[in-house]
């Protein structure tokens, strides 16, 4: 199973996508633990947790290949698995760097509930409650919006003012990775869910909706675990060339 040597057809662009995912997951992860003699040692921790988050998704994209090659299913266990690890890693990425303008623990844990809540909400609406699939994807909506909240508006965003201009700016880009970047997952589940957006469907063979469900996942993983990571990087990249 983890070694699947089954042949990608050319139209199976899940398998594809899942293939370069992992491909670009462990790139990426190699360069964030290569890249970690090279910045500041304040901004080491943060870039390491890049490399976790990639590495975390590398080892689950590998696996998701496979099992989605082998059965023909959506992995939505280990999907999940994945989210439920590397979500929080990011949310401790927002804690970093806000850290030295005074992030409390409490934000950290505000954070994470929330990602924890929306995650499970998710989770539930695609499996056991599936014929609740709109009550869930609302409860994880909300849990998402507060998230939001909390970057664009909240305390995330008030303590990256006080931070300098370099930690103000890279918040400014992660919450606009967090606004846009992140509302491909909740367009995802609504075209992989009966009834997914306030009982409208809109793709009704269910093999097509879980086709263009783990598509979405895939390209908002790239998207949002590799550009999360590099935003962090270049913070800390631009405090070494001064
Ligand atoms: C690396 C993985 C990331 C950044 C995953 C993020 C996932 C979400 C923002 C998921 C959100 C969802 C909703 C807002 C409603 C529908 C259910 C979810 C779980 C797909």
């Known amino acids: 199973m983890l070694l699947s040597t089954v042949a ?8 594809f996508t899942f293939f370069i995912g992992t491909m670009a997951m462990m790139a990426a992860s ?19 947790v890049s490399g976790l988050i990639t590495f975390i998704a590398a080892v ?16 939505t266990f280990f999907r999940y698995v994945d989210w439920i690890l590397t979500v929080p ?15 409390k623990a409490s934000l950290l844990w505000k954070l994470i509930f929330a990602s924890v809540i929306m995650l499970v909400a998710g989770y539930f609406g ?26 664009w508006f909240g305390e995330v965003a008030s303590l990256a003012q006080t931070a300098g201009p ?7 880009i992660l919450a606009w990775f967090v606004l846009v970047g ?25 093999k097509e909706a879980a086709v263009a469900m783990d598509i979405a996942y895939n390209i908002a993983d790239a998207i ?11 913070l800390a990249k631009s405090e070494s060339d001064k």
Not at 188 to 205: A, E, K, M, N, S
Request: aromatic residues 20%; proline residues 4%; charged residues 15%.
């Open 8 to 15: 990608i057809a050319q139209d199976n662009y899940v398998a």
């Open 60 to 75: 689950h994209y590998y696996y998701m290949r496979s099992y989605n090659l082998e059965t023909g299913d959506s992995p």
């Open 89 to 103: 890693l990011m949310c401790v990425e927002f804690y970093l760097i806000t850290k030295k303008a005074g992030a």
């Open 224 to 234: 949002n675990k590799i550009g999360f990571g590099l935003v962090i990087y270049t």
């Open 182 to 206: 992140w509302a491909i997952y909740p367009l995802g589940y609504i075209l992989g869910t009966p009834g997914g957006l306030f009982g409208t469907t809109f793709v009704t063979d269910p």
């Open 30 to 48: 190699v360069f964030f633990f290569f890249e970690l003699n090279n910045v500041p040692q304040k901004w080491r921790t943060s870039v390491l």
């Open 166 to 172: 370099s930690v103000a700016k890279a918040t400014r």
């Open 126 to 151: 695609e499996t056991v409650y599936r014929a609740d699939s709109v009550l869930w994807g609302v409860i994880s909506g909300a849990a998402y919006f507060y998230i939001a909240y909390l970057i």
